[in-house]
């Protein structure tokens, strides 16, 4: 091993193959992956869900079980504190193992809330740890504990000793985790996608978090994750996966800058940037991940390569292109090749992304021009504002919950959910919600498709006919406004009936409304079914049988199915992989533009939000705190919340520190808002003005386009995210 | 935790107070009362319609039979809360003297049948998660379906009839040795106790421990692939720390819970298996007492019986409070 004799590696993965043996056959999760993680370094590993990153990281600590897992091939070789030690050998050694285990390498996990244990107090599990490892008094383990817990940044941490894990917030979780990974001081900690099921604004405090701790604690770390922008934000080298190989590896600025592998360079292209052409088509990867046994022969991305050719039915090579950049793939051979990386390096930096964009749309996926943004000059806007060309206006909207005690059920306070909301949707038109777990973007989704009765306020719907008051109506009347609604839901598996067939569950709401029999029924599902790109024939199957995308499809085809013109998106992306989700956003974006559908699209992404939306809401415990124009409120934010949230989104843009001063702390609990502003508790710019006074929802322009509720928007220069943008490409 | 407990204990007035009525009104729904019955049993045997006449009429007045039945569920009731349990018109002795002893043998063999229950099942459903498609697992998921599926009276048919036929044993069913039965009570009639009630702990308990085993399995399996166990596995723990520091506090939780459910059970289980054995348990009493129409006696026995209920829901409740500091939240 002459790279882990290196006293600077303290992490060596040599050729690593695991296999799963099921009675469906052998499968091969990890196939011959090489990882270095040297001291003091972050490494991030990515890839989409099933390329076997997991494996890859469990292997290290004999996570795996074996069986079904078969460890066929390689080495792991990790610095202890007996030295150099082989891993993979001592997966049978227990003793061993567990020594290592909490004391030389560490790791947390995705969900905090299911990370810790349910039943026993934060102090009490972290302590375990170090009474685990080292002949130490109780005492001074409890309070090595307490100096850990505000090494993390727990507020009172003395305090937090006897709490339990239910009674955290998910990031205040997320630091009790790290800091018990942490307290016996091991060298490297292991990431499995530790910010994934985090809100932004809470994901940018704990990447800030590990990056400190990285320093303080001279710790090195791979990290994995599916989010290229958590990559760039906080790793010095990456390397990419899939299906189970290693496609790319090299220092972060190099391979964001200059992605070599298609792969690597679909998964840059997939993501929707705050850069990018609002409302166009985003450059998707064609296809979806396969399944691991269907993979192909030789280069297991063949299938999906826009640059596939001849070579590629074999294994390609590891290429060296600098001395920190290496890639598997046949282009960077000097080999034979027509395509448009030709032989060397430097037509790879000819910006190979955009050249992706001609070959790859997917093969179902309706072709055409990408749509177009429609104008939006204050003008127009404000003579669009009449009453013809509404299509949904809600005012004053609430929506709120008695919290209920006692032996009696008295009513102790009440969570307002949403509080007072007014919006327009025209025509034709895309708004867009964006807010944090909690907020109560959800919620407006369900009012104004009336699945739950508002508290208060109006609700007027366009039917035929007019706008219509719904707010009051009978379910019964209500099932005639449905028909123009439609309504897509974030988990695709769960909103699809598993027992019900693509047929009837596409075709339900056409025998629900009369609008089909029998036979016209298939005609008008296979209809459907082609329009979101999936093939007509495939009306007898079960939800099971299609990939998660597909499933997102079928979804879109059966709240298309009425011909409505309004669309209520509840987060139809967030649970696909990156290279499903842009597939997904442009067959949206290009449904929209030829139905003409007014559309209500929610999400927490802002950078999600802003490629499909003109108009942007940003919404805050139960209140719109800004309104406007999709790009205006992205690059012109006036109010500190947006701003936060566009800070807190990690850019994929390696070595960018964002200036701004972050969010401070936790969401604060719906059913006890702050007085006043109710972002004051977390505002950088709080005033004691904002404590006292709540601010209304009030136009800063001229034009009145742009709303905002904050009581300095005036004065407040805030930052957006598009100049920035430009500035550092520059 | 006070107002919990306190909250606990007004409910369980509630549900006593409802029981009792309930009770006293079903007893009461058929339509004829004992008096009929003994009529019946009284011309079966020839006796003078006279003196038949008197007899009724003097049972009547005794338990104001012929009043309205509110008016016989308060004069009840009230007597019940003194612990005065009424008189049983069939066996013509107090209902507590018959109730008395049963009742705590019943409850005693119950409970142990539970502890039985649970030193059997949890070891055994622990170490089948831990060791999932071994040799051992598929031995006792086999062992437990076949437990769930045999009726408790074929156990003991099968028992008996073994001991008969290959041990030639005289005096298998019963609680105690023949010469032991109408004795006092002696640590000699104990001892003989203890050599009998093993097989009824297996016969009764059977079919719950088989049931137990399998919950303690799913439910073990289910946290033994939670993320909390990583996170154990990660600190270096032991695997034994694992698997009763971390695992076992969480996967017991719905066994507990389920012991207020198990008690009865247990008791209406254990009915058959009494009268097959001819074991002194309740069960047997309170079936006679219904096709008798003993008014007074079922409906002491249901009363007593619910009220040990209750309390045994009561106590799994608490401890469920005291193991998961979740529960104490809610509450």
């Given amino acids: 091993m002459n790279s882990a004799a290196n006293p600077d590696i303290v992490l060596n993965i040599h050729n690593l193959q695991v296999s799963f043996r099921s009675i469906a056959g052998t499968t091969r999760a990890v196939n011959g992956v090489s990882l270095d993680v040297k001291s003091g370094e972050i490494v991030g590993l990515v890839g989409e869900s099933g390329c076997g990153k997991s494996v890859t990281i469990r292997s290290i600590v004999g996570l795996v079980p074996s069986p079904p897992a078969i460890f066929e091939a390689g080495e792991i070789w990790l610095r202890t504190r007996q030295g150099l030690t082989e891993t993979l050998a001592l997966r049978k050694n227990m003793r061993a193992l567990r020594q290592i285990r909490g004391r030389d390498v560490s790791m947390i996990f995705q969900e905090p809330m299911r990370s810790l244990h349910p039943m026993m107090p934060i102090g009490r599990q972290i302590t375990e740890g170090i009474l685990e490892h080292e002949v130490i008094d109780p005492t001074e383990a409890y309070e090595r504990t307490v100096e850990m817990l505000d090494l993390v940044g727990l507020p009172n941490p003395a305090g937090q000793m006897n709490r339990y894990a239910y009674e955290l917030s998910g990031g205040m979780r997320q630091r009790a985790l790290i800091a018990l990974a942490l307290v016996c001081h091991p060298q490297l900690l292991l990431a499995d996608e530790p910010t994934t099921a985090l809100d932004v604004t809470i994901q940018a405090q ?145 910006a190979p992304v955009p050249v992706l964009g001609n070959r790859n749309a997917s093969p179902g996926q309706p072709q055409g021009q990408p749509p177009q943004p429609p104008a939006s000059d204050g003008i127009a806007r404000t003579a669009s504002d ?233 919404m805050y415990l139960g209140k719109i705190v800004e309104l406007g124009n999709a790009r205006d409120v992205c690059s012109r934010p006036v109010h500190p919340y947006t701003e936060a949230l566009l800070a807190s989104i990690p850019l994929p843009l390696p070595g960018f520190e964002a200036s701004r001063e972050m969010p401070k702390g936790d969401l604060p609990d719906p059913a006890n808002p702050p007085t006043g502003c109710r972002f004051h508790t977390r505002c950088p710019y709080s005033q004691p003005l904002c404590a006292a006074e709540e601010p209304i929802l009030r136009a800063q322009d001229q034009a009145g386009g742009h709303l905002g509720a904050c009581h300095f928007q005036d004065e407040l220069q805030l930052q957006g995210v598009e100049e920035l943008g430009k500035s550092l490409r520059a | 935790m006070r107002t919990y407990i306190l909250q606990r204990l007004l409910q369980m007035i509630i549900v006593m107070i409802v029981v009792m009525v309930a009770s006293f009104v079903i007893v009461e729904l058929p339509p004829g009362d004992f008096l009929t019955t003994l009529r019946e049993q009284l011309t079966e045997q020839n006796v003078d319609p006279k003196v038949i006449d008197s007899t009724v009429a003097m049972y009547r007045e005794r338990y104001g039979l012929g009043e309205n039945w509110f008016i016989r569920f308060a004069k009840w009731a009230w007597s019940l809360m003194k612990g005065d349990m009424g008189y049983s018109m069939q066996h013509n ?176 289980g254990s009915t058959i298996v009494a009268i097959v054995l001819t074991l002194p348990l309740i069960g047997p009493l309170l079936l006679d007492a219904l096709r008798g129409e003993d008014v007074y006696l079922a409906c002491s026995i249901l009363v007593l019986l619910t009220l040990a209920l209750i309390i045994g829901n009561f106590l799994a409740d608490l401890t469920l409070a005291w193991l998961d500091p979740r529960i104490r939240l809610e509450s």
């Fill in chain 1, 386 to 618: 009449a009453e013809e060309t509404i299509q949904l206006q809600i005012e004053g909207v609430a929506l709120h919950y008695p919290i209920l005690r006692g032996l009696l059920r008295r009513q102790v306070g009440t969570v307002r959910a949403v509080d007072g909301v007014d919006l327009t949707i025209r025509q034709g038109e895309t708004l867009g919600l964006v807010g944090e777990s909690g907020c109560g973007k959800t919620s407006v989704g369900r009012l104004v498709t009336r699945l739950v009765d508002p508290s208060a306020g109006h609700i007027r719907f366009r039917v035929p006919g007019g706008l219509e008051n719904i707010t009051r109506i009978a379910q019964k009347e209500m099932k005639s406004v449905r028909r123009s609604m439609g309504m897509v839901f974030q988990d695709p598996l769960s909103s699809l009936n598993a027992r019900m067939n693509v047929r009837n569950i596409v075709g339900e709401p056409l025998m629900l409304h009369k609008m089909a029999r029998g036979r016209k029924v298939d005609d008008r599902v296979g209809e459907l079914l082609e329009l979101v790109g999936l093939r007509a024939g495939h009306q007898s199957r079960f939800p099971h049988a299609f990939s998660g995308g597909q499933r997102q499809r079928i979804a879109i085809a059966r709240a298309l199915a009425t011909e409505p013109d309004f669309l209520v998106a509840d987060e139809p992306v967030s649970a696909l992989d990156v290279s499903v989700q842009a597939q997904i956003l442009n067959l949206l974006l290009t449904l929209q533009q030829r139905l003409n559908l007014s559309m209500l699209f929610i999400a927490h992404d802002i950078a999600v939000v802003r490629h499909v939306s003109d108009r942007i809401a940003v």
């Fill in chain 1, 206 to 350: 704990i990447l800030d978090l590990i990056k400190d701790l990285r320093e303080r604690m001279h710790m090195s770390v791979l990290l994995i994750t599916h989010n290229m922008g958590v990559v760039a934000n906080l790793a010095d080298r990456v390397s990419v996966m899939y299906l189970g190989k290693i496609v790319e590896t090299g220092a972060v600025e190099e391979v964001f800058k200059e992605p070599a592998h298609p792969y690597t360079q679909g998964l840059l292209a997939s993501m929707p940037s705050l850069f990018s052409e609002p409302k166009t088509n985003l450059q998707s990867l064609r296809g979806i991940v396969p399944e691991l046994a269907m993979a192909p022969q030789g280069c297991v991305f063949a299938d999906r390569c826009p640059y596939v050719m001849p070579q590629c039915s074999e294994t390609p090579p590891l290429v060296e292109l600098s001395a920190a950049h290496s890639t598997a793939c046949w282009l960077y051979t000097g080999a034979d090749t027509h395509g448009p990386a030709d032989d060397s390096a430097s037509s790879v930096e000819a």
């Fill in chain 2, 93 to 268: 002795r107090p209902a507590s003297d018959l109730i008395g002893e049963r009742l705590s043998l019943t409850l005693w063999i119950s409970v142990a049948t539970l502890v039985f229950m649970f030193i059997i099942a949890i070891p055994i459903g622990m170490l089948s998660a831990i060791k999932q498609y071994s040799a051992w697992d598929h031995a006792f998921t086999f062992l437990a379906l076949l437990g769930v599926s045999v009726p408790s009276f074929i156990t003991a048919l099968v028992f008996l009839l073994l001991s008969v036929t290959m041990m030639g044993a005289t005096s298998v069913a019963g609680l105690f040795s023949p010469e032991y039965v109408t004795a006092a009570w002696s640590w000699a009639k104990f001892v003989d106790l203890l050599k009998h009630v093993w097989v009824i702990l297996f016969i009764v308990g059977l079919g719950d421990t088989a049931s137990t085993i399998r919950i303690m399995r799913a439910k073990m399996l289910d946290t033994l692939g939670e993320p909390y166990i990583d996170t154990a596995r990660m600190k270096g723990l032991s695997s034994a720390k694992i698997y009763f520091r971390h695992a076992l506090r969480v996967a017991i939780n719905p066994i507990i819970s389920s012991i207020g459910l198990r008690f009865p059970q247990i008791i209406s």
